[in-house]
């Protein structure tokens, strides 16, 4: 890194859950329910052949 500064694997762990609590919550607000099953478009599914 540029300015030498380094995360350890577990702080980094500790900031991926974070981040991914902060978007499940305001996903959440936004829709007022819980998926587990991504939001997405026709366009973005694969289909199995």
């Known amino acids: 890194m540029a300015c030498g500064y380094k995360l350890h694997a577990d702080l980094v762990g ?3 859950i ?3 609590t902060l978007l ?3 996903d959440f607000e936004r829709t007022g329910r819980l998926s587990t099953v991504p ?3 026709q ?6 052949d």
Not at 43 to 48: A, C, N, Q, R, S
């Open 39 to 41: 939001d997405v478009s």
């Open 24 to 26: 499940l919550r305001q």
């Open 43 to 48: 366009d973005e599914t694969k289909t199995l």
């Open 14 to 16: 500790a900031k991926n």
């Open 18 to 20: 974070a981040l991914r």
